[in-house]
């Protein structure tokens, strides 16, 4: 019943995503005006200060931490709560539409290039990042579930089961553990492959 939950969640999951990510592009597609014409984002003046900036790993390291670890711990937060499965499906349908938003702009504006642009903003610590925050929203799903949807005898045991919490427990810090070797990687190596791919731009 488990691997059935996973295997379920798993596909809820993508078909947020693609769902977002295809509201995204469709976005951009239909506000070309505003996204492209009249818009800043990704324009000649951002990447100018992009090329022209040198950030410090010891500097940026701070930034990404502080957001990348709010972002999972409100995850977990809210996976405790009632409304923790829309909100947290309401999450992975934003992280698809702002990623199909930042794709489809890319694209418009610098045709291939773009796409070599978003790669180098995501590598290497989408590598790491990507599967942290995967398991981060099973992590989330499951919790919820057992608090607020036993369907058995044994899942409602679970939920006053010391064994629960301390397996939970030390899932979470694994997966933050993760996300923390992503976000070393995200101000520590990422800056200097962004920097070389800017040349050509």
């Not at 951002?46 to 500097?59: D, H, Q, W």
């Not at 931490?65 to 995850?75: N, V």
């Not at 006053?160 to 990687?185: D, E, N, P, T």
Request: glycine share 10%.
């Amino acid at each position: 019943m488990r691997r059935q939950f996973g295997i379920k969640n798993g596909y809820h999951m993508a078909y947020l995503f693609m769902i977002g990510l295809f509201m995204g592009i469709l976005l951009v597609n239909f506000g070309h005006d505003t996204w492209i014409k009249n818009g800043s984002l990704l324009g000649a003046e951002m990447m100018s200060r992009l090329k022209n900036s040198r950030p410090v790993g010891e500097g940026l390291v701070g930034y990404v931490l502080r957001h990348r670890l709010f972002t999972g711990c409100l995850l977990c937060l809210v996976s405790t709560t009632l409304i923790g499965m829309p909100l947290l499906c309401a999450y992975i349908c934003y992280t698809g539409l702002s990623a199909g938003c930042l794709l489809s702009v890319a694209v418009v504006r610098y045709g291939i290039r773009g796409l070599v642009f978003m790669a180098a903003v995501l590598f290497p610590q989408a590598l790491l990042l990507v599967p942290a925050y995967i398991l981060l929203f099973f992590w989330a799903a499951e919790v919820n579930r057992t608090l607020y949807a036993p369907g058995n005898r044994l899942e409602g045991y679970e939920r006053y089961s010391r064994h629960f919490y301390l397996k939970k427990g030390a899932q979470i810090i694994g997966i933050m553990a993760v996300v923390i070797m992503g976000c070393l990687l995200e101000s520590y190596v990422n800056p200097g492959i962004l920097h070389f791919v800017l040349k050509i731009f």
